[in-house]
């Protein structure tokens, strides 16, 4: 069965710069992934503009999950040229500081056995930043995911949607200029899907 499915790309607009809006974050041209001799990503030309949310829709197999991968620099490409907020980079060595700048959402969130806060500041803590800060951008992930009811809840007791709140919450807490969301509303029942919808705009 050639099923369809759709995932979301959103760049956060410049808030207060209005030369910042419609700005191009990232643009590519030549960007090609290859296992072997099969070619399974083979994208022309690529721009995507700060404060826009961009849908990739297609056929299972289409390439959607590894572009998404590919920028967000979790697998390797060649490209032609590929500039990330005006910075021309080198897909081969894919700098920490550009992947610290985009948020990635698997389909599939995993989550640790841990607590919903440590859960949330696993990146800020693999980022270093500080105790104090961390905790401010935690809390603030928390309320921004609606997640305020759910502290005490251990991870496995989460449903889906909520797993994927606290996915989103994690990625929130980064600051990311580029979410990258893959499928975030797949396998979700209604109100799961509606919460999310809420979180992402689309």
């Not at 209005?18 to 974050?25: I, L, Q, T």
């Amino acid at each position: 069965m050639n099923m369809a499915s759709t995932v979301p790309v959103a760049l956060r607009d410049g808030a207060g710069d209005r030369d910042a809006h419609d700005r191009v974050v990232v643009s590519c041209h030549g960007l090609k992934r290859s296992i072997g001799a099969q070619v399974i990503l083979d994208v022309n030309r690529l721009r995507l503009a700060r404060g826009r949310i961009y849908l990739l829709s297609g056929p299972n197999g289409a390439g959607k999950t590894t572009l998404l991968r590919v920028l967000a620099g979790l697998d390797r490409a060649s490209c032609a040229a590929f500039q990330f907020d005006g910075e021309a980079i080198d897909l081969a060595q894919y700098p920490q500081s550009v992947r610290r700048r985009i948020g990635f959402v698997h389909h599939h969130p995993l989550l640790f056995s841990t607590s919903l806060h440590a859960n949330i500041g696993y990146g800020l803590k693999a980022a270093g930043v500080a105790r104090a800060e961390a905790k401010r951008r935690i809390a603030d992930a928390i309320e921004w995911a609606g997640l305020g009811g759910l502290v005490d809840r251990p991870s496995r007791a989460l449903s889906a949607g909520e797993k994927q709140r606290v996915a989103l919450a994690r990625a929130h807490a980064l600051d990311p200029v580029l979410y990258l969301l893959d499928e975030p509303k797949a396998n979700l029942d209604e109100r799961g899907r509606e919460m999310v919808t809420s979180l992402i705009g689309c």
